[in-house]
DNA sequence: GTGGTCTAGACCACA
DNA sequence: GTGGTCTAGACCACC
């Protein structure tokens, strides 16, 4: 099947945004436990080390930490969640400016088309 | 790759998509001729069935014409374009709503965000 | 057999560090071609993800460059090398207070051997 | 792990250079008795054979001597201690000269970083 | 042929 | 039982 019919980030890369958006939201707070590897891999159905992978990104990130033995950690302060949730919504916006313009509009037709956005449908 | 890691959509409905794309972008213009079927499917890497599926679909909603003989023709006028223009651009605003909210922004945030954005990144 | 008596450094790192001395010592250079990753894993013995570990962690350090289907390159300016060459120098020292301390010498004392230190052996 | 990235040295040296660190830091006293060789084997997970190795040659350098049927004594006087001391800081002293030379690095640079060094890291 | 990703399975240290 | 590492082998996109 051709790579234009499948989503082809990367499964940690998917993950890692997954657990982003979930810190953003609150869904998980500092010093919340993560699940642990293994689990997490069973649960949607990945290979552990792919979870590792995705785990050891976000660790670099200076999002969660490990505690050797006992698990991984939510480690984000409220700061790094503003810088977070400014990252994701500026990637969120900058997608939306991506695909309007490829079909025409001009940034400020974008900008009048949102301003003017009401939840009709 | 994990099933819950690909895009679902079914694989008509992302070639309707990329077809009203390129019609609303300006790539397919009325009366071009579309590609046959078998080429698109070898091109794709899909099933003929398939391309024929999103091609009688398109053409149920009146954007194509099939000429028996001849190949299929956009068929849309400036009108049409520019519904579907709106149905698309609908589309993209609703879903940046759906996933700003998500990470718990408000309406009045986000149309403050689009309308602040320069292209800095 | 104990750990002991085993070199415990991830097999990656002991890479990483190859490369690091390698470039701060003027093997490789600015723009250089690095071993693919293949070859590099045959040439050490190791499996190519460990190589491919490597090379991924110089190049979040921004030492090296991946392009893509053309290999990877030293990138790294003079700056950073010198930066490199501190960062190496300043291990290699610690390295050594910390083992003349544990077999009891001040660090005066460390200071004043090294600087007596002539070649003798 | 391949052999490349592994300790070399035999660990019947690695035990003899333990014991001597240990008899210099203070770890070791004078006429302190040394475990049986059955006991450390178990201890380090090596053949009972590495040990006794460790011991004869370190009895043969002076330092220990075994007592038949007593078990084996630490017997080095301070003036060997004091040699021992200057033989294991001279072989790390060296040991970072020749590594800093690998990096380009000139003694007389070498000897203003050691003499210079805080602990900052 | 190159880098990037993923899987399956293994072993290790830590506690 | 947890995270960390490594191997062997596979597939993919890019060119």
Redesign the pocket.
Known sequence: MS?LFSE?A???LQLMEIFKVSIVAGVFKKDDR?P????LAVQYG?????V??A??EL?REGIVE?E?????YIRIDDEGIARLKKEISDSYIAKLFERMRKIGLTDQQIKELVSDWKEEN
């Open positions: 790579k082809n990367p499964i940690y993560l642990p590897v293994r689990e990945v290979n552990p080390n792919t590792q992978r785990y050891s660790e490990s050797r033995t006992a698990g991984r």
